[in-house]
């Protein structure tokens, strides 16, 4: 690549000459020629094939290679088409606009560990159609995750993720709820309450009313991406909603204080993730992940010749002291994750 041709081409050369001085002197001298030009090239856009952050509102349209950093405003359900692909939808948006960011096929499994207004950050995406859609070789990074909301605090309508203990559990029941378009409707849900010792919220599955089957009383529940009803005072959980529910340590909630990667003898590559529980003030605890639990966790799709350990290696910083969610189980004096 021919950076001089290139500016000549764009600016011209009284121009060039102009900002080339200008960029040498902004670093005291310490920039040669050929620095000076490329930062000037790079300012200028002319390296299409290198990734570049766009505010939504200025992605261009067909453009390839797209970072953008922004909050999530809603998840859809996944898709499934006769051809055997799948997507899904995740909705994001600035300060300047929103869009939808299609998940495709493996991909979808990273928004198993999104959550509504998480801020996420987005490389290696490409616009379609007025649409972003994650590239073969994109990824979707959480910078800051969405914290769980307080029962006093659960006033407006709108997105909530709780972590609660069911106090009182009442079954399949009709309600009338008003957390779609405001309108009053009867449908039939499954009826618990959830409980922090002080306040009780009543929450509603809506949609895949069987998962209420699992719950007891005493239980601890995460709930993520419910919809607060708060003409009725009511949670519901409809089918963009995620439900864990914790027994007998089935669920591992906490804070990342330590991550590392390890070879596990014949379990081959694996991570090993110490996580603090700061409610309960219990001591870290260590889970073990192999590589396609641990590339969830992170919310990655890799290529198999990116070893997990320069994954690891990349990650660790941003993923330290961030929260998890995940299903365990015990197994030779260890914690591991579910499959």
């Known amino acids: 690549m021919n950076l001089e041709n290139l500016l000549l081409e764009k600016i011209g050369k009284e121009k060039m000459e102009e900002e080339i001085d200008c960029k040498v002197e902004s670093f005291h001298g310490l920039l040669n020629r050929e620095a000076a030009m490329r930062i000037i090239a790079k300012e200028a856009g002319l390296f299409p094939n290198e990734e570049k952050f766009y505010r939504i509102i200025d992605v261009p349209k067909g453009g390839k ?31 300047s606009g929103r869009k939808p960011l299609i998940l495709w096929n493996e991909d979808v499994e990273i928004a198993k560990n999104l959550r509504v207004n998480d801020e996420i950050v987005v490389k290696g995406a490409y616009e379609r159609n007025n649409e972003l859609n994650l590239g073969y070789s994109g990824s979707v990074e959480v910078s800051k995750k969405s914290e769980f909301s307080n029962l006093k605090s ?74 607060m009803d708060s003409q009725n005072s009511l949670v519901i959980l409809n089918q963009l ?31 090993i993730v110490s996580v603090e529980d700061g409610d309960t003030k219990e001591e870290a605890k260590e889970i073990i992940l192999d590589r396609e639990n641990a590339l969830r966790l992170m919310g990655l799709v890799v290529a198999n010749d990116i070893t997990l350990e320069s994954v690891v290696s990349l990650k660790k910083d941003t993923l330290i002291n961030t929260k998890i969610a995940v299903k365990v189980e015990e197994r030779n004096g260890r914690i591991h994750v579910q499959r």
């Open 241 to 271: 909603t995620r439900l864990l529910s914790k027994r007998k340590d089935e669920v591992l909630v906490g804070t990342i204080k330590k991550l590392e990667y390890v070879e596990e003898g014949q379990a081959g590559q694996s991570m």
């Open 65 to 95: 290679r797209i970072s953008i950093s922004a909050t999530i405003r809603k998840i859809w359900p996944t898709a499934t088409y006769s051809s055997g692909k799948k997507s899904k939808v995740v909705e994001v948006a600035d300060a």
């Open 154 to 227: 659960l006033n407006a309508p709108g997105a909530v993720h709780l972590r609660e203990i069911i106090s009182r559990i009442e079954g399949k029941v009709a309600i009338e709820t008003s957390a779609g378009d405001g309108k009053k409707t009867k449908v039939v849900c499954f009826v618990f309450s959830i409980s922090n010792g002080e306040d009780e919220m009543k929450c509603a599955i809506t949609e895949g009313i069987d998962r209420g089957a699992k719950l007891r009383v005493g239980d601890e529940v995460i709930i993520e991406n419910g919809i």
